[in-house]
């Protein structure tokens, strides 16, 4: 019964270093290393084009990693997920770094950040307080004339795109 009991334990010890074993990720361009998850935090470290990096978690765009010039949040859009692909000097390099797709012969682009998992809609919470700081950047018309005259923007009228067929 003892032995049953460590086996188990060395089981659980096994399989829990398996699913907390983190990725790894290459960096896309040259980028900051930064304290927070936010654009304006401070910067401890610069990651080049090309260096390797290992992600410990996801927040919305940002990535935490943990790279041999230093640890912090670094944009997700910076990093791809694994070991970069040499490239053939062909415009599909380019491709992929622009997309994140390689291979397929079909040009995609992409642009913003990856949506939320299944896990972190599941998580996801009410918040009175950032309700009402997101409120608080509403303005009402008169407000937006005064700050588009201060900063010299005329308006420009355009035709709405047509009816999708």
């Not at 460590?6 to 398996?18: E, I, P, R, T």
């Not at 410990?56 to 859009?77: H, P, T």
């Not at 994140?100 to 299944?118: P, Q, S």
Request: glycine fraction near 10%; charge should be positive; charged fraction near 30%.
């Amino acid at each position: 019964m003892k032995t049953m009991r460590w086996l188990l334990a060395l089981a659980a010890l096994l399989l829990s270093g398996a699913l907390h074993a983190a990725e790894t990720g290459t960096a896309l361009k040259s980028d900051d290393i930064r304290t927070e998850p936010f654009r304006d935090a401070k910067s401890v470290a610069k990651l080049a084009t090309g260096d390797k990096v290992e992600i410990i978690k996801k927040d919305g765009g940002w990535y935490q990693v943990k790279s041999a010039k230093g640890r912090g949040w670094v944009r997700m859009l910076s990093i791809r997920k694994g070991d970069a692909r040499k490239s053939s000097g062909s415009a599909s390099g380019l491709l992929a770094l622009g997309s994140g797709r390689a291979g397929t012969g079909k040009v995609v682009a992409t642009t913003g950040i990856r949506g939320l998992n299944e896990e972190e809609l599941k998580a996801a919470k009410f918040d009175e307080a950032e309700l009402k700081r997101a409120e608080s950047y509403a303005t009402n018309k008169s407000a937006a004339a005064k700050f588009a005259a201060a900063g010299k923007l005329a308006a420009r009228s355009f035709d709405y795109l047509p009816a999708p067929k």
